[in-house]
């Protein structure tokens, strides 16, 4: 991805604004990473917010084993059993949730769930952070989108760099990681395809799921970081 730590750090710019209007100086912020995977975003969270409350959320073994390596306090829930925040150890109202190229693995019905917990768990002028590709709204928009991401991952010469499939396969590979693979195949965890919403779809979800506001604030091609505000 040719533009990861800027999408990164545009998810911490959002934090630290909505943390600004309407968080509680008399407590650690609360911040929940949902599809945490390795840590990728929680771990520049806490280097960020040193003094919040980060949890990060998986079913994944392996990559929980890889983001408490990291230092992230991670927790195995399903995102998709209603009884996940509850796991979390959090007391009190939620102030932010992110998300970073996880939830189009969700089929429609419980990514729309997933949303009305979320909104149900944060405080009033909380945030949910979406970092990840969605599809431009309609046929035309939707392939520019994918061309002008396709093209900036070649001026920035990242076409051939490690993929996801890559990334596992060295995974795979690695002695030291062979209980923690063990552990993800006795799960038996499988995702569904993709789920192909659009970034419009995706923000009418959120207002549908009691978001008063749901826009994308920073964007390159499809590669797009999505805010709801409570």
Do not use: K
């Not at 999408?7 to 600004?20: E, G, M, Q, T, Y």
């Not at 569904?192 to 506001?213: D, I, K, P, Y």
């Amino acid at each position: 991805m040719a533009d990861r730590e800027e999408r990164f750090r545009v998810v911490a710019d959002v934090v630290r604004w909505s943390l600004a209007r309407t968080g509680d100086a008399g407590r650690p912020a609360r911040i929940v990473d949902v599809g945490c995977g390795p840590g990728s975003l929680s771990s520049r969270l806490a280097r960020e917010l040193p003094g919040a409350e980060i949890v990060g959320v998986d079913v994944d073994p392996l990559l929980l084993g890889l983001a408490a390596e990291s230092g992230v306090r991670v927790v195995r829930a399903d995102i998709t059993d209603p009884a996940w925040p509850d796991a979390l150890g959090l007391a009190g109202p939620w102030d932010v949730v992110v998300s970073s190229t996880a939830l189009h693995w969700l089929a429609p019905a419980p990514l729309a769930e997933l949303y009305r917990t979320v909104a149900g768990r944060l405080r009033p002028g909380g945030v949910f952070v979406d970092a990840d590709n969605r599809p431009l709204d309609g046929d035309v928009a939707a392939d520019l989108g994918r061309w002008v991401r396709d093209a900036r991952a070649e001026r920035a010469g990242v076409t051939g760099n490690e993929d996801w499939r890559s990334w596992w396969d060295a995974v795979l590979a690695d002695s030291d990681l062979g209980p923690l693979v063990d552990a993800r195949s006795e799960a038996s965890i499988a995702h569904s395809s993709e789920n192909e919403q659009s970034v419009g779809e995706h923000a009418s979800m959120l207002r549908a799921a009691g978001f008063g506001t749901a826009v994308p604030v920073w964007q390159c091609g499809d590669d797009i970081v999505l805010v709801g505000v409570r």
